[in-house]
T-cell receptor, first 110, second 116 residues
Framework: DAKTTQPPSMDCAEGRAANLPCNHSTISGNEYVYWYRQIHSQGPQYIIHGLKNNETNEMASLIITEDRKSSTLILPHATLRDTAVYYCIVRVEGTYKYIFGTGTRLKVLA | GAVVSQHPSWVICKSGTSVKIECRSLDFQATTMFWYRQFPKQSLMLMATSNEGSKATYEQGVEKDKFLINHASLTLSTLTVTSAHPEDSSFYIC????????????FGPGTRLLVL
């Protein structure tokens, strides 16, 4: 079973920030949180990952709560091309395996 | 960096034939690669973990004799669907583990298999 839970869908207006939450309450102390997105009929695209501190790259920002039980992916200025399914993933402890949950289907509206 | 390719991108075959799908890490070495399957409107399902130079580890319910995995080098893993049947029609996606401390997986573009 996936170790994360996400809302099944969200809408966001174009140009606004998209905030995608993820709950990972069973995460262990040394496991990273990874975010990917999948645009229709393509392989998942890596977005960002983090351990404890907040992270930012050219695609997004990742905010991780102090207790590490949840995180939020922020797309600062969503565009129509950001419409995709977003997956928050924590590895199976002691392995390199990812178990995908159902993700959040983000629809960016014009 | 961190580019993973798959070949072919799509394939149509007759029932009973075998199909080989290649997964390559183009700009990094990957001791571990993974194979996933995705049915329409569903999430990715992990099929197996492929380790360079050793036997693959299959997830529960995945037939190892039907889905043959070979990981002969640090940049290439292959998945062979043997004696394919229509129910094997799916989107097959590989990923390669890049050893950067966080051990991030990078995914290929996927291979769409249609078995007639």
């Amino acid at each position: 079973d996936a170790k994360t839970t996400q809302p099944p869908s969200m809408d966001c207006a174009e140009g606004r920030a998209a905030n995608l939450p993820c709950n990972h309450s069973t995460i262990s102390g040394n496991e990273y949180v990874y975010w990917y997105r999948q645009i229709h009929s393509q392989g998942p695209q890596y977005i960002i990952h983090g351990l404890k501190n907040n992270e930012t790259n050219e695609m997004a920002s990742l905010i991780i709560t102090e207790d590490r039980k949840s995180s939020t992916l922020i797309l600062p200025h969503a565009t129509l091309r950001d419409t995709a399914v977003y997956y928050c993933i924590v590895r199976v402890e002691g392995t390199y395996k990812y178990i995908f949950g159902t993700g959040t289907r983000l629809k960016v509206l014009a | 960096g961190a580019v993973v390719s798959q070949h072919p991108s799509w394939v149509i075959c007759k029932s009973g034939t075998s199909v080989k799908i290649e997964c390559r890490s183009l700009d990094f070495q990957a001791t571990t690669m993974f194979w996933y399957r995705q049915f329409p409107k569903q999430s990715l399902m992990l099929m197996a973990t492929s380790n360079e130079g050793s036997k693959a580890t299959y997830e529960q319910g995945v037939e190892k004799d039907k889905f043959l995995i070979n990981h002969a080098s640090l940049t290439l893993s292959t998945l062979t669907v043997t004696s394919a049947h229509p129910e094997d029609s799916s989107f097959y996606i590989c990923s390669a583990n890049r050893a950067t401390g966080a051990e991030t997986q990078y995914f290929g573009p996927g291979t769409r298999l249609l078995v007639l």
